[in-house]
């Protein structure tokens, strides 16, 4: 502890510089900043206590997820020059039915559109799941992760 009562790290304490922060706003509400300094608010569902006004914190576990994979994908996808029109990521979930009520399952839905090579958009979205997607690589080693995709012209 520090002088003013406050826990710091020990010096040999090794921790990345960057910094994000929640600071409670009353109720459920919460007001976050990211390391790169943007804001967003997450609220409890009303059933939770909260006001639901915002997303709840674990929703923007599984938001983190299709938004990542999503912006792999695309990218992937840009790389090998194929025309993509448009990229729609939905997810469905489980979850355990006590405390903590983590998530057990995702399944993602991707919808493309644009004249796609099949064979690309498998390997794209292979590549964001088993290699460069981050949230992926952490929830895929406590829960099941799986996909299905349809290509529209």
């Known amino acids: ?43 409890a569902s009303v059933a939770s206590g909260g006001g639901g006004t915002a997303a709840s914190p674990m929703e923007l576990i599984i938001l983190g997820l299709i938004g990542c994979t999503g912006v792999d994908v695309a990218s992937i996808l840009e790389r090998m020059r194929e025309p993509l029109e448009g990229l729609e990521v939905a ?33 794209a979205i292979d590549l964001s799941e088993t290699k460069y997607c981050s949230v992926s690589a952490m929830l895929g080693h406590t829960m099941d992760i799986t996909h299905e995709y349809v290509i529209e012209s």
Do not use: Q
């Open 1 to 43: 502890m520090s002088d003013d009562g406050k826990k710091t790290a020990g010096a040999g304490d090794e921790m990345n510089a960057d910094m994000m922060t929640a600071t409670w706003a009353g109720g459920m509400r919460f007001v976050y900043k990211s390391a790169s300094g943007h804001g967003l608010v997450t609220d």
């Open 91 to 123: 997810a469905t979930y489980e979850r355990a039915k006590t405390h903590p009520k983590i998530y057990t399952k995702i399944h993602l839905s991707y919808a493309l559109k644009g004249e796609l090579d099949e064979k690309k958009v498998c390997r």
